[in-house]
């Protein structure tokens, strides 16, 4: 069973960054594929960027690309999505998630992910 706690979300102006935070709690996220996910209200969850052990493949959205980078730390117990130049549409809640690592194109669908964390808080103010 994996548990994960995200962290960092906030009340933010237009133009500024954030960094979320993804942790597993009591266990490490070895052989486990990330994904960050949002979701703003009355709308459809929806795939932010995704990321392997090995940090060379990650995967964005088109809506974050060039904004977003997804990272794991060296103990690979805590995910991090730094994004830049947020944008009033970047407003909702975000979620990590985790999936057992299996060949092929990093994941992007939320069915595709076993393990949610319950969510933070973005709010960008225009």
């Known amino acids: 069973q994996v548990q994960l706690v995200e962290s960092g979300g906030g009340l933010v102006q237009a133009g500024a960054s954030l960094r979320l935070s993804c942790t597993a709690s009591?266990?490490?996220?070895?052989?486990?594929?990330l994904g960050w996910f949002r979701q703003a209200p009355g709308k459809e969850r929806e795939f932010v960027a995704a990321i392997r052990r090995n940090a060379f493949s990650q995967r964005y959205a088109d809506s974050v690309a060039g904004r977003c980078t997804a990272s794991r730390d060296n103990a690979d117990k805590t995910m991090y999505l730094q994004i830049n130049k947020l944008k009033p549409e970047d407003s909702a809640v975000y979620y990590c998630?985790?999936?057992?690592?299996?060949?092929?194109?990093?994941?992007?669908?939320?069915?595709?992910?076993?393990?949610w964390g319950r969510g933070t808080q973005v709010t960008v103010s225009s």
């Open positions: 009591g266990r490490t996220l070895t052989g486990y594929v």
């Open positions: 998630a985790a999936r057992v690592d299996t060949p092929g194109v990093l994941p992007s669908r939320p069915s595709q992910y076993d393990y």
